[in-house]
């Protein structure tokens, strides 16, 4: 299993940034995604999550109405599209695979983490 990240970057608040998450070496559109993120001296924190369709999509209450989850399992990505951002939007953040059949509701259930890919949002 490999999750790559890309897309991060320097945004200015108010700005926007669209992550992406390549992923290989398992069937793709089985699997429940999310992404998660990690500020400096924080705990990991749930960020959105996407069923293996595409068909339901969950957010943090601190990030719904400014991102949005999609993946394109032909391509075998997951994406995330971040507008409006804000300073404490500032993170880490990782793409992560759920174990297979579980909700992925629960951060336990995950089995895989990309490296992750630093967001910084400042002026």
């Known amino acids: 299993v490999q999750l790559v990240e890309s897309g991060g970057g320097l945004a200015q608040p108010g700005g926007s940034l669209r992550l992406s998450c390549a992923a290989s070496g398992f069937t793709f559109s089985s699997y429940t995604m999310s992404w998660v993120r990690q500020a400096p001296g924080k705990e990991r924190e749930f960020v959105a999550r996407?069923?293996?369709?595409?068909?339901?999509?969950y957010y943090a209450d601190s990030v719904k109405g400014r991102f949005t989850i999609s993946r394109d399992n032909a391509k075998n990505t997951l994406y995330l599209q971040m507008n409006s951002l804000k300073p404490e939007d500032t993170a880490l953040y990782y793409c992560?695979?759920?174990?297979?059949?579980?909700?992925?509701?629960?951060?336990?259930?995950?089995?895989?983490w990309g490296q992750g890919t630093q967001v910084t949002v400042s002026s």
């Open positions: 992560g695979k759920a174990r297979f059949g579980s909700s992925g509701s629960n951060l336990r259930e995950y089995t895989d």
């Open positions: 996407i069923t293996w369709s595409g068909g339901s999509t």
